[in-house]
């Protein structure tokens, strides 16, 4: 059993997980003690201070953790994001606090891959389209596409595009990626080509993207680069809003430049309800769904619980980021 010394030990951000559930026993089974703040940001900085003061380790969720959250928390051990991407955290400020900043890898990959098949499925066959017309009182039959023999362009062929790249064999797509670590065993083994980003925005018919965000990333869809798809290729975002120019992406959809768009991420979340993307014919927008399914949430909560339980009875972490952390230490 772990000691605990401080009024809470694990501060618990993720909006998915709740006092009481496994994850929560799971953490208080190994003797610390627990706070759920869902809404850490939106705290008055006093009562945040005070909170993080006392934090041995964060579970956290997607909203910001900035390098000014880091400094309040001197004792931190530990932040583990719910989830594969961690934009939202200052790494840099962790990582020159010492402090390793971890992911739940792979626990919501199957996930996110069978979403980024619902937008393409819903797109390509026009469904909310479809659902609109019909309670309206229209019965239109309208003319969707399949999926078999059309290219899907996987950019990032990590752990979910990989995922994503196995589904779409099974619909007998042809499926054609790009990554700058690019797997060529994974590649041979599922017929996979290999191609410059730019060859597979020109002959895709579905692109998806699973890419990091980060400097190199943002914007990398922009106006110029859409130019290059068909006009009838559908545009797939189920990794991060900025790797996507909005604005662009709208036009883009509006002029024919291609012939529509399904995104679960967004450069602001929640996404207001005056978005453009909201309201443009073509254009098909989820919540920041693509992971939330009971499975891949029970899995990530069981893993950054493990994580943190593990470090802070002395143990390595997993799954971390910044591995200079342990170099950075003052």
């Known amino acids: ?51 993080l003061a ?82 309206a009182g229209h019965w239109q039959q309208l003319t969707g596409r399949e999926l078999r023999g059309a290219t899907l362009g996987v950019l990032g062929l990590g752990s979910i595009g990989k995922a994503v790249a196995t589904i779409a064999a ?8 790009y990554d700058p670590y690019f797997d060529e065993a994974f590649a041979s083994a599922h017929n996979i080509s290999r191609a410059e980003l730019e060859e597979v925005l020109s002959r895709a018919d579905f692109v998806t993207l699973h890419l990091f965000l980060d400097d190199s990333t943002r914007n990398l869809i922009n106006a110029e680069r859409l130019a290059l798809m068909k006009n009838d290729a559908i545009l797939v975002n189920t990794a991060r809003g900025g790797i996507v ?3 662009a992406v709208v ?32 254009i098909l927008a989820t919540t920041h769904v693509a992971g939330a ?18 470090v802070l009875a002395g143990g390595d972490a997993q799954f971390v980021v910044n591995p200079a952390y342990r170099e950075d230490v003052a």
């Open 245 to 247: 120019d909005e604005a």
């Open 54 to 135: 006392s934090t041995r380790a964060m579970i956290a969720g997607t909203q910001p953790l900035t390098a000014n959250d880091l400094a309040s928390a001197p004792n931190l051990q530990i932040v583990v994001r719910t989830g594969v991407g961690y934009d939202s955290v200052d790494v840099a400020a962790a990582t020159n606090q010492g402090v390793p900043v971890c992911i739940t890898a792979g626990a919501n990959r199957q996930a996110v891959a069978e979403h980024v098949f619902a937008l393409v499925l819903g797109v390509a066959r026009r469904v909310p389209e479809n659902i609109t017309n019909l309670r």
């Open 170 to 177: 099974g619909f007998g797509m042809n499926v054609i990626a």
């Open 1 to 51: 059993m772990i000691e605990s010394t401080t009024s809470h030990d694990v501060l618990i951000t993720t909006a998915f997980l709740n006092p009481g559930d496994e994850v929560d026993a799971l953490l208080r089974g190994a003797g610390l003690t627990t706070h759920h703040e869902p809404n850490l940001a939106a705290l008055p900085e006093a009562e945040r201070r005070t909170l």
């Open 251 to 282: 036009d883009a959809v509006r002029a024919g430049v291609i012939g529509g768009a399904a995104l679960d991420v967004f450069e602001q979340e929640p996404l207001p309800a005056e978005s453009a993307l909201l309201h443009t014919p073509g």
């Open 293 to 310: 399914t009971r499975e891949a949430r029970g899995e990530s909560g069981r893993m950054a619980a493990v994580n943190v339980i593990s």
